[in-house]
């Protein structure tokens, strides 16, 4: 089966922008569609909600401005999953902030450079497809899983992540809010808790498209091949709990809690904050930091 090529939606009033901005995309395999202002882009989404795999989208716009886009966007069924990029010349910490809160988890700053609208697109597309996959895969699982209200599952390869996401996400109220943070916090655990991979590490090996390659690397090493993550699940009436431990040397958690400003030009860093303000009610990590606790509040009845 042919694959799809991704579709972006350029929005910006500004014709010299959106000139380079499609410039420099189309030389990658994407499907480029143009709005030259907030309404045509709110119409063009609504039309066709699904044919989207991210939204590069001008902040500051007459009319119906960037930040209004966005927000209808979180407010629709369909669009509310769809990454949106926000391009903006501002740098006020409130500004970004304003933006991070309405949903915006991708930022470039204008003068655009080449390499770096290239690294956030790729990233936002690339994460929306993953999403998209968790998400069949947890639609596609056996409906007697909502019998299981404890469990203890031990992995320590990717694969082995996206099938326990897939699968614990089907049996909570709102699989598709829980799949990708559930994801988030157990990539988490096995790249930077097992295998040590740092921040800045994960930041170049992703703009060489080399993460996934050094990963299944570092699991092969004598050193990490013992090395797992547990995951104990357990529901009841009123909650449903995930507890996170690796065998990592733990980290400091407190700075990827909340979005921050200093973060929101990278092409990574987030999955920590939308897991804690999108996926679930609450998280919190315990110790050292190599072990994490992820709540749904809910009634009895699972997903």
Known sequence: MELKAPAILVVDDELLNVKLMVQILQKEE???????????AWNLLQK???DFDAVLLDRM??????LEVLKRMKEHDVLSSVPVIFQTAMTE???ILEGIQAG?????TKPYRREKLLAVVKTAVTDHAQYKSLLEDANQTIDALNLLTRGWFELKSLDEVDNLAALLAKICPEPDKVVLGLWELLINAIEHGNLGI????KSELLTNDLWRDEVNRRIRLPENRSKKVVVEYERSNEE???LIEDQGNGFNWKPFLEFSPDRVFD???RGIAMAGNYSFDRIQYIGKGNKVMAVICCDSKPG
């Open 48 to 50: 066709t909600p699904e």
């Open 61 to 66: 716009m007459p009319g119906i401005d960037g």
């Open 30 to 40: 994407y499907k480029i569609s143009i709005a030259m202002n907030g309404e045509e």
């Open 104 to 108: 915006a988890f991708y930022y470039l």
């Open 240 to 242: 449903i709990c995930f």
């Open 93 to 95: 910490e409130d500004e």
């Open 198 to 201: 740092t921040y800045e590490e």
């Open 267 to 269: 092409t990574h860093g």
